[in-house]
């Protein structure tokens, strides 16, 4: 699968902020999705992950009740809806994909994602 993220931009604190990924390839369905982040400087850390039907969802904790993700699995995208965003959310923002077929859940750690999109940025100023 590949994945093409996009919706980062500037924008002032306490702004929304919708990101998106679009996935081309087979059996999106399939797929485990995930959004994480990499601030300049500090390792690539976890925002938000669903499972493949989407109704199950974990947050880091930095973004619980800010932060939403939701999958499209006929239009095959996932978004993350962000809001009342803080200076410290400011990093570029991955999407990830993974497809295990024995398991319906979350993954939260980077290292069970195989496949990765580009990277949007988002900046926000305070």
């Known amino acids: 699968v590949q994945l093409q993220a996009s919706g980062g931009g500037l924008v002032q604190a306490g702004d929304s902020l919708r990101l998106s990924c679009a996935a081309s390839?087979?059996?999106?369905?399939?797929?485990?999705m995930g959004w994480f982040r990499q601030a300049p400087g500090k390792e690539r850390e976890f925002v938000a992950a669903?499972?493949?039907?989407?109704?199950?969802?974990y947050y880091a904790d930095s973004v619980k009740g800010r932060f939403s993700i939701s999958r499209d699995n006929a239009e095959t995208t996932v978004s993350l809806h962000m809001n009342s965003l803080k200076p410290e959310d400011t990093a570029v923002y991955y999407c990830?994909?993974?497809?295990?077929?024995?398991?319906?859940?979350?993954?939260?750690?980077?290292?069970?994602?195989?496949?990765w999109g580009q990277g949007t940025l988002v900046t926000v100023s305070s």
């Open positions: 390839g087979r059996s999106f369905s399939s797929y485990a």
């Open positions: 669903l499972n493949r039907s989407g109704v199950g969802k």
């Open positions: 990830a994909a993974v497809s295990r077929p024995s398991y319906t859940g979350i993954y939260s750690s980077r290292r069970s994602y195989d496949y």
